[in-house]
C-alpha cells in the first residue's frame, strides 16, 4: 500500500520527459512529443506527484474565445496503485480552483468547465458530479466504437 504525501502542482517543462512516459500509450511518439509539449506550453496539466514522481494528471485548456469563459478538462488519470486514496479529487479542486483564478487574473468571466466522460467510467463520473459539475448530454460513441460518451459541465 503507498501512503505517502501527494503534491498537486502545475507542471513545467522540467516534467517533460516524466510526462512522455506518463502518456507512453499514445503509440506515435511524434505525436505524443507534440501533444505533450503543448499540454506544457498552451494547455494546463496539473499533477499529482509523489516526491518526484507523476502519479496522476489532469490538463486543462481555453475553448474557443477566452472571452466565453469555457474550459474542458481532459486526461483525468491516477495511476492505478495510487487510486482511491483522494488523489483524482485533489486534482479536480485544484484544477476548477486555477480555471477560476486564470479567467479572474485575465479579467474574463468564468462560465464553465466541461469533460467528456466515458458512461461506464463510474469513479471519474462520481468524481466530477462530487465536485458540482452535471451531465448535460449524452453523445454516444466519440472516442471509442466501444464506449458511450456524456458531457459533463460545470456552472462557475
Ligand atoms: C477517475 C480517477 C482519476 C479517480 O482517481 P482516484 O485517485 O482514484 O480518485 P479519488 O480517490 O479521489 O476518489 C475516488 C472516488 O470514487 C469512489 N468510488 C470508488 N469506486 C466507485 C464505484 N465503483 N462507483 C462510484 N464511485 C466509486 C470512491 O468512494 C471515491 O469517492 P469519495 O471521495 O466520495 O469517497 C481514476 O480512477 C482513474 O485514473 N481512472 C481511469 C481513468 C479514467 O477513468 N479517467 C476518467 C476519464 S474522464
Redesign the pocket.
Known sequence: MILTDIKISLATIDDKNQLLLFFKHYSNPELLERRVDCYISHNFTIL?KDGDKIV?TLQWYVKEDPNCGVAEFEE?????E??????????LSFGVQHVKDYFSKHKIKARRIY????KE????????E?HGFKQISEVGNLFSDDEIDLIYCLEI
Open positions: 499529482a496522476g483525468f488519470h491516477v495511476l492505478e495510487y487510486r482511491g486514496k483522494g488523489t483524482g479529487s485533489s486534482l469533460a467528456f466522460v466515458g467510467r463510474e469513479v471519474a463520473r462520481h468524481l466530477f462530487k
